[in-house]
């Protein structure tokens, strides 16, 4: 099986669930079939910038209770570009080096960087200017990876979604109200999308797709004229108000603020429509749950594969999945092709073919 | 079976999760049992205003499909008290004699209703005006009548609430931050003591215990000095920030306003402890969900009973759990025993006892 | 939207979660997008054999709150083909023309039929014979129908088996013991393969790939040795002993046997390796959850874009699941292409890749 | 705060979930609170037997993660009497002084036992013969122990088995069937009474009430007269067929046998009444859920509570769960009140109330 390896892994960008049981696959795979040393490296490049850089070892016991488990145990941050690194001073500077002699430090043969489309980008110039052999695995809930037909946190992101719409049915119908979600998405529609016809919403306004407070209240009102006296909304949180994106995002930028476009949703219809309206801001529980069987065997898929990418020498590729099955692409490929909803997709003609309110098309 | 009775069932208040429930056993006990007629009553009291009545014969085939329904099929309304109720210009009028009035005309022999401590004092006042005959059914996902040991909804409520707790866990751990879950409970802590015991929450804030921002910050500190380097805060949605209750609360008065308490404690930990904050404000969702077989239980065990009060004619008395049975009570006092979190409470213990952070005792 | 007409949906086969479902797209689309109406046949094609015909008018109202309701309101059999009907007395006759008289009385334009290869074939059989315009959705928890990617009803079969793994392996650690847990899958092993992996089996017995009761207890042998107390197994309803097929399957032909396959792999690893050994046959729940996100996004994609196919003339054919697209595909394709397991699937490298025992390659 | 004391805990008879939180919670009071130290004894009184003891230091870092866990770390055994211990040639000998000596090999000044009341009276007989400083906790999924109202497990089991009820009612009505579902109870029909009132079950079999086949079949009977094509029977495997119990018991003394008394009923009411019958034996799932948060909530309760009984001297008594709060007794008498379900039961009254077949009364 050649020579022994020792290979790092990092966690990169949003936690979303499936993440702690990619690595358990990676350890499997590197150690169990192949005899190499695997070293977990913690929160995404910010353990490659301590001395000595901060990473442990990982084993098949201290990984075999990760199938189940949310989020990541090396930790991972969203912040920290290496590239225009944030002093304490708030001024920015190059500390790519560091990271990649943190890489050498550490001895690694070859590193598998999880992360969504943000992340692979910098990971693989750190590559590039470090001459590093990385291999990718795609994780975003967003799902908006275009090469690769799922990636990991998405299935259990949509599983969550879809609950909270289950459970405010039965308190909008309870109480006439409009009810309205909203969920993450910071670019791309498709966790709305999906969660939004599993869960039988009535409107759905996803950031690729205009829409107006007319015509949402239009098919608020058509839905009383039916007899039906509530109606449940769903929003991703990209979705600008009337006016463009005035409305402060309610995730963005590393801050925690509530009443974005939710809320300003919930305002509007109440003030034209006379409804009662609530809102509901899912957050942050949509990327923590337990991961879905579909998110666990897409990660494990994805985590065997990317070390076999490792030990064929296949670098600067990253595991993706269609047609059922797992097959590589080159990372500039994967990261080059960006899929938000587009108009034109099955799910889009679904969501209309049932009479749901998508905007104006 | 003695003679044959026209009943009519009614819910009102916020709704929660096991009110169909109890009105399928109400049903079922009704006409299977006693053979009587069962009409369900449209939206609380607004029913018994309109003219005719609004309300629904029901069936046991109608009824057969709510015991996994969450929510109530007649619907429920919080506003609209009989005695001052509000008029389209915004005045206030006591239109009691039209609801008594409405219950004559629906030939009724008896009324049940599902409510809180506040929909059963507005009830029993009606009754007492109007010589009608009730039984009352406790629900409350606040669990705050101290007469019986749950209410219908609480469980359910708890179990939703701990789940999110148990999602934010996982993504407060990979990103190292303080994560803030605002609950319901209007005035008293049930659902955030309950739910951060069994969420494993660090600190838990409710209306019963005065906290400060310090003493949360400390508590944060012990942790981080632990070695751990995230926390999970559970907040009730009527905690006051320190200087009393300036902070608009979230689900106040008809309102749909985020950004109250637990927005409020993100902000002041986050300046004073400079841990990275997020806040999930969880709203509607604890009201929505298919009903725990605990709650649907407690929900058919009642309905049963009240159907039963009828029969012996036992009436202005309400069910109760006490020691595993149902126990019937006047309404009079059950309303009178409020029951907040009390500081010798075994849960106060219990949550003391695993060094949870409970504010000032 | 070209002429009104009147078409009819019916289920067939084993039931799944997500039929419901279905069944509520295709009357939304029918009526909301066509005017079209739509009428709901009675168990399969058992309605069609009663006189009159047994059907029920599917409305926007009644179909409504199918989205989340497990099963199929129609009714379904997988008894009664009508080529060799059987009689009371145990003779077969063909009764085809019966049917084919049942949906010229109801009047129908045309047909949707929701099934597994088996019923689908049936029903073709019936459209060519009868010069009847079919539609096809596929839908089987085993997922074996080659030309879709995915099913109805497979992923939330895979999930309650995941969840029953996810039970059974704290009580296998508790106990030191060796479950065994089996699944459905008459004849492909899919779901053993994907429960197993999210479910973190040790050990997947499928039927596509023989194993021995010693390469079981070597790999129990080979965790113990590595430390390890307990395991967990995961075993295919159609796997068969050692000697052939001499075991009774646990669902075949209308039987409800308990004690097959897993029994006997209980009893043999028990005698062989000393191992305390229990065993669940999770039966008929793999069928009747509410049905997962991702099948009502299948269901709800499908439903509409059969009633496309009716609404463009193209029948004889059938919706399919492909690249994130429905497509639709003659039925005669569909039903040719057949999909066990094959050796080469990346799920079975990746569970080897993992580890797993999978039988003797 | 006294003296520092080394206290051991142990876990014993049949797993269930929330012995790990009691686990958790003993380690986090007796550590956080006392600052004593916490020894965990190896597969209940099995590992006291070994030489050394086989036991592990409890520490706040290893028992954080067991909140959610279900099972026990600790391992748990329902063999093993040490009164009468098994040897490997079928004989039987007292044991029980090695135990003692391994208690105070361990060097300790008390011990918490969580057991049933089987493992309950073992411990206490033990400690009264060694003279050791017993504390007891109550867990049992059969809920059968009388001083407490509820026993730490029984609440997930009943979910687990409601949860597995609501499944079977869609595939019941979907194939117009009766489906069986056998739960746990060994002695007592606890769960089995309360998820068939949760899960609406048409019939519900219990070891405290006789019945006949032909009740049942009578019961079903009605319900086809009603117009409903489908019934769901639980039953305890406990009960006993029509002649006494000759069938086989499911779980019976480390068996593994499928085909009890499950199986009994679908044969003789498939045989009696013509309709078709599944069954379902739910079996080890029951106990293996992660813990709802009800056990979990009680869990840490009793566990806090059982280190303060240490403080306090308070030995020989268990904790109980008794009008929301938690209150010790003596060992001696919780075990004496056993409590099976009472024909007078609140929960029997609401399931005859609900016209459920109970058995000939």
């Known amino acids: 099986m050649g020579q022994t390896k020792r290979i790092g892994i990092l966690t990169s960008g949003g936690d979303c669930a499936g993440l702690n049981a990619a690595i358990r696959a990676v350890t499997h795979r590197a150690i169990g079939t192949y005899g190499w040393e695997v070293i977990g490296i913690s929160r995404a490049t910010l353990g490659l910038l301590s001395r000595p850089p901060e990473a442990i070892p990982l084993t098949l016991a201290n990984t075999y209770p990760l199938l189940t488990a949310g989020g990541t145990i090396l930790g991972t941050t969203n912040k920290g570009n290496p590239f225009a690194f944030p002093s304490a001073e708030g001024e920015f500077s190059d500390r790519s080096d560091e990271i990649i002699q943190g890489y050498h430090q550490l001895g690694l043969d070859a590193m598998i960087g999880v992360g969504g489309d943000g992340s692979l980008a910098i990971l693989r110039r750190l590559a590039q ?64 999308l999906n969660a939004g016809i599993a869960g039988g919403a009535d409107i759905i306004l996803i950031p690729e797709i205009g829409y107006t407070i ?112 797992v097959v590589s692409v080159p990372i500039e490929d994967a990261i080059a092709q960006y899929r938000a909803v587009d108009p034109q997709d099955t799910l889009v003609k679904t969501a209309l073919g049932m009479g749901i309110y998508l905007g104006e098309q």
């Open 129 to 192: 200017q470090g001459n590093l052999n990385l291999v990718a695995i795609p994780k975003t809930i967003d799902n908006d990876l275009g090469s690769t037909e799922r990636s990991i946190g998405f299935d259990t992101a949509v599983n969550i979604a879809t609950e909270a719409l289950d459970r405010l049915h039965f308190t909008a119908a309870s109480h006439s109200r409009v009810m309205i979600l909203e969920v993450m998405g910071r670019d791309a529609g498709h966790i709305a």
């Open 214 to 325: 007319d015509g949402v209240c239009q098919a608020i009102s058509q839905i009383q004229a039916q007899g039906r006296n509530f109606a449940v909304v769903v929003v991703a949180e990209a979705v600008c108000d009337e006016g463009g994106c005035q409305v402060t995002q309610t995730h963005a930028q590393g801050q925690s603020r509530l009443g974005g476009i939710g809320q300003y949703l919930a305002d509007a219809i109440a003030q034209q429509s006379q409804a009662e309206t609530r809102v509901t801001v899912l957050g942050h529980v949509q990327r923590g749950g337990i991961p879905s069987p579909l998110d666990r065997v897409l990660a494990t898929a994805f985590g065997v594969t990317a070390v076999d990418l490792i030990a064929e020498g296949k670098y600067d590729h990253m595991v993706t999945w269609q047609k059922r099955q």
